[in-house]
């Protein structure tokens, strides 16, 4: 019978709220932003499809700074830079929702990026180091839903706010957010640092910062035109500046991040290899259905989003049950089971039509949001299930490295079938038959995903998820 651990202490729970609070507004207002950007152009005076800058740049400052987060957060203190990357991205927020121009817009955009760099990877090394093993599950929950539940209302609340409002306070809303936040975290977050960082490795910050930035970018390039040609070139020189930060960081005494975190099974399955699987097929989905209910079925923008709300009930219906499961079956079982349901779920969206029953579309959304909502909590509890207090900081910049570049994976590899099926049917506008083949590979993905996790031993996580003793 699986153990019973006892609940999140309070001071670890109201740690790791601060911190899903933290997140919670960054990947909001990732989401919210893409609804507006027709009537930003239209302040702006530019085309919409100029507006993507604002898209594109947030991301590459985002990502050139991943990789020096954990060990600003040793040098000067995980709640110093905690606090001071919220408050920079509120301050950007203020300039965003007051810029009078498109350049202004976008370098606030690029401060904002450049502070998001830092949110994630330092609030989770916090909310790792502050919980215990028997509580990691608890606390991994609660960090996990912002990334769950933003980029699902944010459209939904950007339109709204836009069309009632102004697309403004869209960042106008971030102000109290944030406030309240560098309050929270400077009273109670504690002050985590390492006693000798060390000095900093400028190297690996270069090579990582520019593999990370040309990967993403190239991705980025990929899912927004036909033409392979850039997108494979940025690409492929990325990939080789990664092969270098890699050699670099074999050989540096001290090196920016530890590779030694790919050595433990678990995280190295669930950050690389299937976790990657997984993660593919999730960015996937909430990139294509909203076309294959608008441009698929000829649906309107608002009865399309309005079915993105079952999307989200399945989300947060699961986040109860969550570890209730993983407790009384254990990770690889779970992880096994409900990734194959995420890729048959997938899959099974190529057999919708404009004339599928409403009950039984919703049913397979809820169903979508479900299992979707397991294996990304699932996911981000057991990497960090068997690492010592040494390596979480490096894997929570890792794993903060690796999320958006699936999730632009994700998409790329959406667009790239859409494309292929409107290239080999010698058509230039998407019809339903396109999306079929799309959901069928990204489907099985996610399930190649799930079995690949048979590879888990079958005790993997159980000190975390109290399933039993730890041994």
């Avoid at 957060?73 to 408050?87: D, Q």
């Avoid at 370098?107 to 949110?119: C, I, K, N, P």
């Avoid at 399945?314 to 690889?332: D, H, I, Q, Y």
Wanted: hydrophobic residues 55%.
């Amino acid at each position: 019978m699986p153990s019973s651990p006892s609940s999140l202490p309070r001071d670890t729970r109201l740690i790791a709220l601060i911190v899903a609070s933290a997140f919670f507004m960054q990947t909001l207002d990732s989401a919210i932003l893409t609804t507006s950007l027709p009537q930003m152009a239209q302040t702006f005076g530019v085309r919409p499809v100029e507006m993507s800058v604002a898209i594109t740049v947030y991301l590459l400052c985002n990502a050139a700074l991943i990789p020096a987060s954990a060990w600003l957060a040793e040098r000067f203190g995980a709640r110093t830079v905690l606090a001071g990357a919220i408050a920079l991205f509120t301050a950007a927020s203020v300039a965003c929702a007051m810029a009078p121009t498109l350049g202004t817009f976008v370098l606030a955009r690029a401060v904002q990026g450049g502070a998001g760099a830092l949110m994630m990877p330092v609030g989770r090394m916090v909310v790792l180091r502050q919980a215990e093993k028997r509580h990691l599950l608890e606390a991994t929950a609660l960090i996990t839903w912002p990334g769950l539940i933003g980029p699902v209302i944010g459209p939904v609340l950007g339109g709204f706010i836009t069309a009632w409002l102004d697309w403004r306070w869209n960042f106008w809303i971030n102000l109290p957010i944030g406030l309240v936040g560098v309050w929270l975290v400077r009273r109670h977050v504690p002050d985590v640092r390492a006693t000798e960082p060390g000095a900093f490795d400028h190297a690996g910050a270069l090579w990582s910062g520019v593999a990370l930035v040309l990967v993403m970018l190239g991705l980025e390039v990929a899912s927004q035109q036909a033409s392979w040609a850039w997108p494979l070139g940025l690409v492929g020189v990325g990939l080789a500046a990664g092969f270098g930060a890699w050699r670099h960081l074999q050989r540096h005494p001290r090196p920016l991040l530890n590779l030694a975190v790919f050595r433990v099974p678990t995280f190295a399955i669930c950050s690389l290899s299937a976790g990657t699987c997984s993660r593919v097929a999730i960015a996937a989905t909430p990139f294509l259905l909203p076309l294959l209910f608008q441009v698929g079925f000829g649906w309107s923008a608002a009865a399309s989003g309005s079915l993105v709300m079952a999307y989200f009930a399945g989300n947060l219906a699961m986040k109860s049950v969550t570890t209730p499961l993983l407790r009384r079956f254990g990770f690889r079982p779970v992880l096994v089971v409900n990734g194959v349901a995420l890729g048959l779920s997938v899959m099974a969206c190529s057999l919708l039509g404009p004339r599928t029953p409403v009950p039984l579309l919703l049913a397979l959304l809820v169903v979508a949001g479900l299992t979707r909502s397991m294996q990304f909590t699932s996911l981000n509890t057991l990497s960090f299930a068997d690492l010592d207090d040494r390596l979480r900081g490096t894997a929570a910049t890792i794993s903060s490295m690796l999320h958006p570049i699936n999730a632009m994976l994700g998409t790329a590899l959406a667009a790239a079938l859409l494309n292929a099926a409107m290239a080999m049917a010698d058509r230039t506008q998407l019809v339903l038959a396109d999306f079929r083949w799309a959901f069928l590979v990204c489907g099985a993905l996610g399930v190649l995903g799930g079995l690949s996790y048979l590879r888990l031993h079958p005790q993997a996580g159980h000190e975390v998820s109290g399933r039993s003793a730890p041994a």
